[in-house]
């Protein structure tokens, strides 16, 4: 029973700031590293961060200096703090994990950045 809940998503102006968190439930959350996902309408669904189980971050070039990734293992929650947002930053936000057999994902909450 694996479960990924996102939350913090929101309407903000550009050049703001949110805060996205994922508390994850039936696995070992500190073995898993997490990524987050986002999917804007008509696009694909891109990478935009990930962590590793000891805490490293990794970005994509586009959210680089603006998004930081951050883990809390005693709580289970991966954290996505997003300053600076930009219109272009504007998807529904996906957690993501993968245990062996399958992959998992939070049900998406929606960033909205207006000019």
């Known amino acids: 029973q694996v479960q990924l809940v996102e939350s913090g998503g929101g309407l903000v102006q550009a050049g703001g700031s949110l805060r996205l968190s994922c508390v994850v439930s039936?696995?070992?959350?500190?073995?898993?590293?997490m990524s987050w996902y986002r999917q804007a309408p008509g696009k694909q669904r891109e990478l935009v961060a990930s962590?590793?189980?000891?805490?490293?971050?990794n970005y994509a070039n586009s959210v680089k200096g603006r998004f930081t990734v951050s883990r809390d293992n005693a709580k289970n929650t991966v954290t996505l703090q997003m300053n600076t947002l930009k219109p272009e930053d504007t998807a529904v936000y996906y957690c993501?994990?993968?245990?062996?057999?399958?992959?998992?994902w939070g049900q998406g909450t929606q960033v909205t950045v207006s000019s």
């Open positions: 993501y994990v993968y245990t062996h057999p399958r992959e998992y």
């Open positions: 039936g696995l070992t959350f500190s073995i898993r590293p």
């Open positions: 962590i590793s189980i000891g805490g490293s971050p």
